[in-house]
């Protein structure tokens, strides 16, 4: 997912430990502005996915 249509910023009440991702910040935070959850048809949390992961490196 681009985030074209989110500005940055950071988003209360989600937490993100992917430490390797661009909009990862300090405390666990996600500064994506927006969020895609993916990986429709789950049965359990490690089904899904955050679409808005971007490679920081």
């Known amino acids: ?17 992917v430490v390797n991702c661009t909009y990862h910040r300090e405390g666990n935070k996600c500064e994506a502005g927006c969020i895609e959850v993916g990986r429709g048809n789950c049965s ?14």
């Open 44 to 57: 359990t949390s490690s089904d899904t996915a955050c679409e808005t992961f971007k490679a920081k490196y």
């Open 1 to 17: 997912m681009e985030n074209k249509n989110c500005e940055n910023h950071i988003i209360s009440g989600i937490k993100c430990d």
